[in-house]
């Protein structure tokens, strides 16, 4: 079947580390692979995303490269800000019948202090 | 533009009370899906429709979970005789291409 596996937080930085936040899938077909973010007391809101394997995604500053042979989604940025505390979801779509529901990860909770 | 909105956006109901959650998806979007989102957990999908059409309801949970839109807009989930181990984040989201946008969502809590 089709998952998403995620590294267990919380995670916490302080302002300007590095961050990774390690995401790998199982999936039949070829999916398509995406980064949402969850600000406290906001809702989903994409962050970025990869339809094809060695495609990158980015955006703020984040960053994330579809990886078919190790079937990982990585998501890193180089320096973290105070406002980049949310929970992290990566999440896979595979087309299949007339579908393309997203499958999540159990989210990453990350806490960047100043 | 308006995007996804989802009404209310906190329901509180007594066990064994019948709930109605509205989704108002971006205009225009063929596709709708409902998540359910359980404390501390990732989305997990519900149900699925393309205009009004549901062509998978692969993930209701139970035959008290229906979900209807019955002219290719605005969504509604329902739960009959609520129990607790309902309370949860519901989420409705709208797809245009490959891209899934999320409403809000209604956080139900059944006491």
């Known amino acids: 079947g089709n998952s998403v596996t995620q590294m267990e937080g919380p995670v916490t930085l302080s302002e300007e580390a590095f961050l990774t936040i390690n995401c790998t899938y199982t999936a039949t077909g070829y999916p398509s692979l995406f980064w949402y973010v969850q600000y406290p007391g906001e809702g989903l809101q994409l962050l970025l995303k990869?339809?094809?394997?060695?495609d990158k995604g980015s955006n703020k500053g984040f960053e994330a490269t579809y990886r078919k042979e190790t079937t990982s989604f990585h998501l890193e940025k180089g320096s973290v800000q105070v406002s980049d505390s949310a929970v992290y979801f990566c999440a896979l779509s595979v087309r299949s019948s007339n579908t393309g529901k997203l499958i999540f990860g159990q989210g990453t909770t990350l806490q960047v202090k100043p | 533009g308006a995007g996804v909105s989802q009404s209310p956006r906190y329901k509180v109901a007594k066990r064994g009370q019948d709930v109605a959650l509205r989704c108002d998806p971006i205009?225009?979007?063929?596709?709708l899906f409902w998540y359910q989102q359980a404390l501390g957990q990732g989305p997990e999908f519900l149900t699925y429709?393309?205009?009004?059409?549901?062509?998978?309801k692969s993930g209701l949970p139970s035959d008290r979970f229906f979900a209807e839109r019955p002219e290719g807009s605005v969504s509604t989930l329902k739960i009959q005789r609520t129990q607790q181990e309902d309370s949860a984040v519901y989420l409705c989201a709208s797809m245009t291409i490959d891209t899934q946008y999320f409403g809000p969502g209604t956080r139900l809590t059944v006491l």
């Open positions: 990869a339809t094809k394997a060695d």
């Open positions: 429709f393309q205009n009004e059409a549901q062509l998978d």
């Open positions: 205009s225009g979007h063929v596709s």
